[in-house]
Each structure stands twice: as structure tokens, then as C-alpha cells.
């Protein structure tokens, strides 16, 4: 067989990979930005708090997905029970603990923008110096465009609104390095994308459940039936056991670097579904910083070109 017609069923199979890949991605960046939206209207307009929302979250999560780690055959080492505990770590209650507390303090939009950007530049600063992956010329300036727009996004908000809030958006930036390095390691890992979302949920529920409750700091209570419902649901379901998932898939086909790319599409929905949900308006400076910040995403997470083997 020659090495061009030995090329042709590795470029239909690289071609499917990527289409399946970045299916997965567009279904985990609309559930993103829908919960961006969500989860600020319910800790701003009603009576459920940030710890209310990461009870739902993993608490929902864990009941859906401990069958994953219990059933007969699917049954996981103890040094994969102990990576769990690492990924719950990176991208478990305390990321959405950051997140939370950045969407409290800033906006949808800010936080939509600031976290998702942030996020492939760690992962290709962390690639760089730790795994000796240097990045090209057009991921750096992907970096660059991505600098550039987050500090003109955050100077617009300030003028617009007449504050700042520095902790909200260092809350933000950490929650983007921790979700980096979830996804190098992910990335390096055998584990199914469903065992993985498991473990996460599992392990914060088993962590940050009984603080909660013992603390007191429950507000289910006080929600109505129907907010309570649909917190749970967007939480626990989508989030916990649909999202973790599709973004799994996404970083085991794509690489962890394009996972990324379609995530520059955030800002974009999020913003659109804040104007007629929280009714906040972009202004036209923040479009064009959000705009800029977006074209940097997809310099720094364009995908690898892969060369396919020649079959002698």
C-alpha cells in the first residue's frame, strides 16, 4: 500500500475525531453559558446563596453518577480514586466556590469572559514550562489579544458601573488556573470522561456536604418549589453529569488545547442571554474588548495539525 493511499483512512478517522470533538465542545460551552446566567440570577434575585448552589451541584450530581463508580465491572483502583480526589480539587466545589463568588462580585458577562479566556493561556503557560510544549507565534499572540482584552473589559466595567472589585476577579483568574491544570492532567489520564465526572462529584459531595449541612448554611428551605427545581436540575444535571462529561470527551478527542477553542463562543451567549435575563447591557467598549479577548481564545487553542503516518 502506498503512503498516500494509507493516508486517506487516517484523514476520514482524524476528520470524524475532530467533528465528534468539537460536538462535544458546543454542547458543554451552551450548558456553560446558560449557567452563568443561571446560577447569578439565582444568588442575586433570590433567596439561594453560593453554598446553596454548590449543594445542588454535587450533591445532585453524586446520586446520577455513583452508579458509574459502583457498577459490577466498572469498579476503580485506589490511585484512581485518589486522581478523583485531585480532579474534585481542581474542578470540583472550590472552582465553583471561585466562579460563584467572581459572579457575586462582577457580572455574567465578566465572569463568562475572564475565567473561560484565562483558562488556555494556563493551560499553554502550564504545557510550556512544565511539559516542554512551547506554543507557536499565533498562540502567543493569542495570549497577547487575550491580555489586552481582559484588562479593557475589566477598566470598561469599572468606569461603566463605578467600582471595582479586585476580588472578584482574582477569584476568576484562579478558578481559570485551576481548570487549566484539571485539564492538562485530564488530558494525560485513562479514566472514561463519565468515571471522571463521577469522582468529582462524589468526592466534593463527600467533602463539602457535611460542612455545610453542620454549618448551617443551608437556604433550600427558604426557595420556592420551582426555584428550587430548576437550580437542581440546571445544577445537578446538567452541570454535574452532562457537562463534566461533554467536556471530558471533548479534551480526550481534541487535545487539551483545541477543547478550548470553543469556548471563545462564552462571552458571546452569555452576553446575550444577560440582557433579557439579568438586563445587563454590554457597553460598546466591553463588546469590542469581548470581541478581542474571543479572537485570542482561537489563536491559543487552535488545534495541533497532525501529520498522519505513512504505512510502508
Not at 457498577?71 to 466545589?93: D, T
Not at 499553554?124 to 516542554?132: D, E, K, P
Not at 479572537?295 to 487552535?302: H, K, P, T
Request: charged share 10%; proline share 7%.
Amino acid at each position: 500500500m502506498t503512503a498516500a493511499a494509507a493516508s486517506v483512512p487516517a484523514m476520514k478517522t482524524d476528520t470524524r475525531r475532530l467533528a465528534a470533538g468539537f460536538g462535544w465542545a458546543a454542547v458543554t460551552v451552551t450548558i456553560f453559558a446558560g449557567w452563568f446566567v443561571v446560577t447569578r440570577f439565582g444568588v442575586t434575585h433570590h433567596t439561594l446563596r453560593v453554598w446553596d448552589v454548590i449543594a445542588l451541584r454535587f450533591g445532585g450530581g453524586a446520586i446520577l453518577l455513583l452508579p458509574a463508580l459502583l457498577a459490577p465491572g466498572r469498579r476503580l483502583p485506589p490511585r484512581l480514586w485518589l486522581e478523583g480526589l485531585l480532579y474534585a480539587i481542581l474542578w470540583g466545589a472550590p472552582f465553583v466556590l471561585f466562579v460563584t463568588l467572581g459572579l457575586e462580585l462582577t457580572s455574567a458577562a465578566q465572569a463568562s469572559t475572564v475565567t473561560p479566556a484565562l483558562m488556555p493561556v494556563f493551560a499553554g503557560l502550564i504545557g510550556w514550562l512544565v511539559f516542554g510544549e512551547p506554543p507557536g507565534g499565533l498562540r502567543l499572540l493569542g495570549y497577547v489579544a487575550i491580555a489586552a482584552g481582559l484588562v479593557a473589559l475589566v477598566a470598561g466595567h469599572a468606569m461603566a458601573e463605578g467600582h471595582f472589585s479586585p476580588g472578584g476577579i482574582l477569584a476568576l483568574v484562579i478558578a481559570a488556573a485551576m481548570w487549566a491544570v484539571y485539564t492538562l492532567r485530564f488530558r494525560r489520564s485513562r479514566l472514561p470522561a463519565i468515571q471522571a465526572a463521577a469522582l468529582i462529584c462524589v468526592w466534593s459531595a463527600a467533602l463539602y456536604l457535611p460542612v455545610y449541612l453542620l454549618a448551617g448554611l443551608s437556604r433550600l428551605g427558604e426557595a420556592s418549589p420551582g426555584e428550587l427545581a430548576f437550580q437542581a436540575v440546571y445544577q445537578g444535571l446538567l452541570m454535574s453529569a452532562v457537562a463534566i462529561v461533554t467536556f471530558n470527551r471533548a479534551v480526550t478527542l481534541l487535545g487539551a488545547g483545541a477543547a478550548t477553542a470553543i469556548i471563545a463562543l462564552l462571552p458571546a451567549i452569555t452576553t446575550a442571554l444577560a440582557f433579557p435575563v439579568l438586563r445587563e447591557a454590554p457597553s460598546l467598549a466591553s463588546g469590542i474588548a469581548t470581541a478581542v479577548i474571543a479572537a485570542g481564545v482561537l489563536l491559543a487553542a487552535r488545534p495541533t495539525p497532525q501529520v498522519p503516518q505513512a504505512t510502508p
